[in-house]
């Protein structure tokens, strides 16, 4: 009844409506209308005048568009005339007893199917739909069911509407003409179900306070008339307008009106003319409006405008994109917290900066765009300055950070450094002081899940080394926040950026700051593909070359002024000592300060421990492209650590023990007395299971160690940030856990290595790997340790959550500073602890291989253990087999024997040519022999039956074919690339991988480039090479020569009935090692198994016989070396040279160099002669 009696309190008295208007079609998209003189428009006088109506006429064009806005009605009125109200002669509805709502009765009943004949039995069956929105009652076309009334009563003393419209009355400007063909009304039925709840949400938002009643009528079971009494009050006027203001009028009546309900509104003008007017459209265009006036209030945050803070466009070479220009006079206009903000954005445009704000945390511009990308976050505009803003409360805002941080972004925190109660006591126009206090990056986390794998972040500093061959001499500084550790170096390299690519690889860091002027092309490279090949994607971080990298000078003044790397065991200066280039590498280091106090980590840096690193010093070498092609760290499949050496040698159990794991697998050991050392431990665990057991039994409590003393470390003398509100507290219960958590797992390590002091056998043993402090007695670390723990158990009893208290803080910090005072003491006790992890985790390997696994037996370079007259390189191993080549599809690999140099049965070559089929296990076996070169210099055992190598300096490998589009680089190019820092870095101890060299160019180039290759390193070099190739004139050119020896991976055929190809003979592989040269490749039978069609490869024979027979010409000389090589050549080429040589020409010292050239050759002769 409450609804019936709304509605007829508006059913009252109709204004007079003059007789030179008349009814014109169409209806603005509010459904208003309004009366259009046919001659010129006079003003008209009515109680309305306050107010206005619009008119949209629409024709196909929406070329009418009329009226002007006004505020709403203060009081209703009646839009109907009196007369009828009162029974006039027209009104035949009161008099045959009918209300007006029985016309539209069916708009409060579920939609019926049937329907009755009176409601299309109009006279003139021309109607239209007025479609209205209703804030205060949801029955509209998007109703919900539940609001839906069944039956209403019929009403007395209203006008019908139905019967006013069937007499076709043109005074009522609500009724509008149509055409019969008009579909009915859309009904819920037609409509998509749309919840209560979000709809009311939609129209609160939209509406606000708006208490404007809509209200909808409905003529028919298929005409709708809706109207407000807003637009039936009149217009004030109806002067014409510019098209653009009647359409701006319309979007901002549309948007006041808030019509959300409706998707759109049909216009109808002439026969069955109709426009579609979508309320997205105008929902646009107001948003294109307020995204038009921020964008001309931050149009220095356009990209056609922006500039760094130096004023340099985004083309200019030296722009920073970290800083950002604000126009003066716009800077003078912004509020104090305005300027808080953009002060401190405008020097870090590369992070995102949360504003605190009460309780909050805000984003705001940029920021925002990111916010609501990533974490789908709803933008707003407020905040500082009413801008585009997203926020999140302080509870949720570590999360967020997470997040953020995993998706690569730099975060930084402007926190409140007081409260609103504080600032007011400065006075009553005081603003809240806020402060940068924190930046954090994906490459210095030092909480959260960080992984067993150190986060790296690296500074690269390019110089030239003043050497006469134009080498490249690099500095470099890197960190691990987590550990708080620091290190230093330098390294020469040359053009193909070989030692580069080793750096990058074994620090594996996740940025990497360069500068942004002086690389060279090639330096460039390396960086971008290396940084793709690491266990991580490296981000690169151009800096500024004057202000990030200055001059080592100026580094010098710097440190000492700040006071940086004070609580480092090593002072600064003294791990410079040991780098080669020192002014570079400080320059490097410089950088990397610089980048850590911009990011708010001084204490870092104050308290820091730095050392210095070489990349090759006392181990054998592997550079970059080696660590890839052997998979050393990463597959080349997908990136992952399934089939690699470090995912075959882990099974550590703690984090600390996988960092120091991966260290050493980068740096594989060259001294033999140390890698016994490391074997002997192994031995000896491996014949202890119970030792072993033990052994897991502890390092399983251990947490990762080096972690939690790197936090400790950073805490000394940094308790500014603890007195922050909310980060302050929680910074103080992260150094508590880590301090309690730090305490009791030295108690666990410290208890472990009291234990295994008991078994001398193992533990003398495990002294020559490592150092330890002095353990027990009045001075030993035992009794210090057992102080912090009853401190720990009495101050900090839950240290994993500890309830803070007001003088934890103090308490916490004496401690800290007194458990720091024996920190080279702790950091002796957990390298102990990772070494003893690791040795452990190679007995494990060792114990549960599936096959046969050896002690290596290490021959120092100056003596042989098979042959004491022979000091040259030796590699022998019976039994070699892949250790995981075969893992994942569970087959068993076929052993192999391999003899290189001295063995004991006599001499080798040390030079293997070998040849075999596709897919015969060539690359299968170079890539077993390299790595378990590598497992015996590690001190691990290695996957063969019997070992003895002399120890490897550096290991090359030419593996594959790649090319680098991206880079301009082709497969031949590579391959070149590659083969040239073999050629110019190879000695006689190194262990050289060549597969399929030349294949990335013509046939007679590619033959002439192995050719020439194999002959230098064979000749000149004469290290230990495993040269594969399908090449066949190779065996016939050095099938003679002495330091070659031929070998081929077997094949055999199988016959197979019912072949349909011209062959009923299949190619069978045997991965078997055998003498002598492979015939020849068998590529037909592989291209056969790869799918390639019978027509095609038979056609391809007889194109390869044809080819054989006339090619074979070219290559008959080889032939003729079976029995003469180019070493007999070389000899021949002397004698002859010394024979002609004139004994009067001969000056001092002459004679005795021919004669040593004499006695060399001869001696030379009498080997080769025995040995063949």
């Known amino acids: 009844m409450k609804r019936q009696q709304s509605i007829l309190s508006f059913l009252q008295k109709r204004p007079t409506v003059p007789e030179n208007e008349k009814q014109v079609p169409g209806v603005s998209p509010k459904g208003h209308t309004v009366p259009v ?42 839009f109907f005339p009196t007369k009828l109200v009162d029974g006039g002669e027209n009104d035949e509805a009161n008099r045959n007893g009918q209300s007006v709502f029985s016309s539209i009765r069916h708009k409060f009943m579920r939609p019926n199917s049937v329907q009755k004949p009176c409601d299309r039995n109009l006279s003139d069956g021309k109607l239209d739909a007025f479609h209205l929105t209703s804030n205060k009652s949801s029955y509209s076309n998007g109703r919900d069911k539940e609001s839906s009334v069944p039956v209403f009563p019929r009403m007395e003393n209203v006008i019908d509407a139905e019967e ?42 939209n509406l606000g306070s708006t208490t404007t009643a809509d209200t909808s009528f409905s003529i028919g079971n298929s005409k709708k008339v809706k109207f407000s009494h807003d637009v039936l009050a009149g217009n004030k006027n109806d002067d014409m307008v510019s098209e653009m203001a009647r359409l701006k009028q319309v979007q901002e009546v549309s948007c006041n009106l808030g019509s959300t309900t409706t998707a759109a509104t049909n216009f109808t003008s002439g026969n069955s003319k109709r426009v579609k007017f979508s309320h997205d459209v105008l929902s646009k265009s107001k948003k294109d409006d307020v995204e038009s006036e921020m964008a001309s209030k931050f149009d220095w945050l356009h990209p056609s405008k922006i500039k760094d803070a130096n004023g340099r466009r985004p083309d200019h070479p030296l722009y920073d994109k970290r800083t950002l220009y604000i126009p003066p006079d716009v800077l003078k206009k912004m509020s104090a917290s305005q300027k808080q903000y953009w002060s401190v954005k405008s020097q870090y445009m590369d992070v995102l900066i ?12 940029l920021d925002a765009e990111v916010g609501h990308k990533e974490l789908d976050w709803k933008v707003t505009m407020s905040g500082v300055g009413k801008c585009r803003q997203v926020g999140i409360t302080e509870h949720a805002i570590d999360d967020a950070i997470e997040k953020l941080l995993a998706r690569k972004y730099k975060v930084g925190r402007i926190e409140q450094m007081e409260t609103a109660g504080q600032a007011k006591s400065r006075g009553a126009s005081s603003v809240i002081e806020r402060k940068l206090v924190q930046v954090l990056t994906p490459s210095t986390l030092i909480h959260g899940n960080i992984g067993p794998q150190a986060v790296h972040l690296l500074s690269l500093k390019v110089g030239t080394s003043g050497l006469a061959d134009g080498s490249t001499a690099y500095g470099f500084a890197f960190v691990d926040c987590a550990s708080l550790q620091f290190w230093i170096g330098s390294v020469t390299d040359d053009a193909s950026c070989a030692a580069l690519g080793a750096l990058l690889m074994q620090v594996s860091p996740s940025e990497v700051i360069y500068e942004s002027q002086g690389l060279s092309k090639e330096t460039q490279k390396a960086l971008n593909k290396y940084s793709l090949m690491g266990s991580v994607v490296s981000q690169l971080t151009p800096a500024q070359p004057f202000t990030d990298f200055v001059d080592s000078s100026e580094v010098r003044n710097v440190f000492q002024s700040e006071g940086y790397f004070k609580g480092s065991s090593n002072v600064w200066d003294r791990a410079l000592d040991e780098v080669v280039h020192q002014d570079i590498a400080l320059c490097a280091l410089g950088g990397l300060t610089s980048h850590l106090s911009r990011l708010k980590s001084d204490d870092a840096l104050r308290n820091g421990s730095i050392f210095s690193y070489e990349v090759y010093k006392g181990c054998l070498r592997m550079d970059g492209q080696t660590m890839a092609n052997l998979e050393i760290f990463c597959n080349n ?36 007395e140390e890698i016994n050392h490391r074997l002997n431990v192994v031995e000896e665990l491996m014949g202890h299971a119970e030792i072993m057991a033990l052994i897991a039994q502890y390092l399983k409590k251990l947490s990762h160690l080096e972690r939690f003393l790197g936090q400790i470390r950073s805490a000394l003398k940094s308790s500014a940030i603890l007195l922050l509100p909310l980060i302050g507290s929680k910074i103080l219960k992260q150094r508590v856990k880590a301090f309690g958590s730090l305490v009791k797992g030295l108690r666990a390590g410290m208890d472990l290595i009291m234990l295994l002091q008991k078994e001398d056998s193992v533990f003398s043993l495990l002294l020559k790997v490592f150092t330890l402090p002095v353990l027990s007695g009045t001075n030993g670390l035992d009794k210090f340790l057992t102080q912090f723990e009853a401190a720990v158990d009495s101050d900090f009893p839950n240290y994993q959550a500890h309830e803070l208290k007001d003088s934890d803080a103090e308490i916490l910090s004496i401690l800290i500073e007194l458990f720091m005072e024996k920190a080279n003491e702790w950091s002796q006790v957990i390298f102990a602890l990772n070494c003893i992890d690791v040795l452990r985790s190679f007995a494990i390997t060792a114990n549960f291989s599936c096959m046969p696994m050896s002690r290596p037996v290490i021959v120092p370079t100056n003596s042989s253990a098979f042959n004491q007259q022979s000091t040259g390189p030796t590699l022998h191993m019976k039994g070699l087999w892949h250790p995981y080549a075969l893992g994942e599809s569970g087959g068993t690999p076929v052993p192999n024997d391999l003899c290189l140099g001295d063995h004991e049965f006599g001499y080798s070559p040390r030079t293997l040519l070998l040849t075999g089929p596709n897919m015969g296990g060539k690359s299968t076996l170079l890539r077993a022999t390299c790595l378990a070169v590598i497992l015996a210099q590690l001190g691990c055992y290695v996957p063969c039956e019997k070992c003895a190598l002399s120890p490897v300096d550096i290991i090359f490998t030419r593996l594959g074919a790649t090319d680098r589009i991206m880079t301009g680089e082709s497969t031949f190019l590579i391959e070149c690339t590659e083969t040239a820092s073999v050629l110019q870095n190879a000695s006689q101890d190194s262990l050289v991988i060549l597969d399929e060299l030349g294949r990335g160019t013509s046939t007679f180039d590619g033959y002439a480039i192995a050719y020439a290759v194999f002959r230098h390193l064979v000749d000149k070099v004469n290290c230990r090479l495993l040269f594969a190739t399908h090449y066949h004139p190779l065996t016939k050119e050095f099938a003679s020569h002495p330091h070659v020896t031929l070998q081929h991976m077997a094949c055999a055929f199988k016959s197979v009935p019912n072949n349909s190809s011209s062959t009923n003979q299949q190619l069978t592989f045997l991965y078997r090692l055998t003498a002598g040269a492979c015939p020849e490749s068998y590529g037909m039978q592989v291209a056969l198994m790869a799918g390639i069609p019978i027509k095609v490869v038979e056609a391809a024979t007889k194109a390869a016989k044809v080819m054989k027979i006339k090619i074979g010409v070219s290559f008959r000389s080889s032939e003729r070396r079976s029995e003469f090589s180019t070493l007999h050549e070389d000899w021949l080429k002397t004698i002859l040279t010394v024979s002609k040589a004139d004994d009067q020409k001969f000056e001092d010292g002459d004679e005795d160099d021919v004669f040593d050239t004499l006695f060399c050759l001869w001696h030379e002769l009498k080997c080769s002669s025995q040995k063949l």
């Open 637 to 672: 499949a997908d990136g992952g650590t399934s089939g690699t050496l470090y995912r075959y040698l882990d099974n550590c159990l703690t984090l600390s023990g996988k960092g120091l794991l991966r260290r050493w697998i980068c740096h594989p050991l060259k001294d033999a």
């Open 354 to 365: 949360f504003f605190k704000v009460g309780k909050f945390y805000e984003l705001y511009e």
């Open 164 to 205: 006013t419209v069937r007499k076709g009355n043109n005074e009522y400007p609500l009724v509008v003409d149509c055409d019969d063909d008009i579909m009915g009304p859309e009904t819920p039925g037609t409509q998509p179900l749309v919840p209560r709840l979000k709809r009311v949400q939609e129209v609160s938002r």
């Open 37 to 78: 003189s046919e001659e010129k428009p006079q003003p008209k006088t009515s109680a309305a005048s306050n107010r206005t109506s619009i008119l949209s006429s629409a024709m196909e064009t929406l070329d009418e568009v009329r009226g002007t806005e006004t505020p709403p009605e203060k009081e209703q009125r009646s």
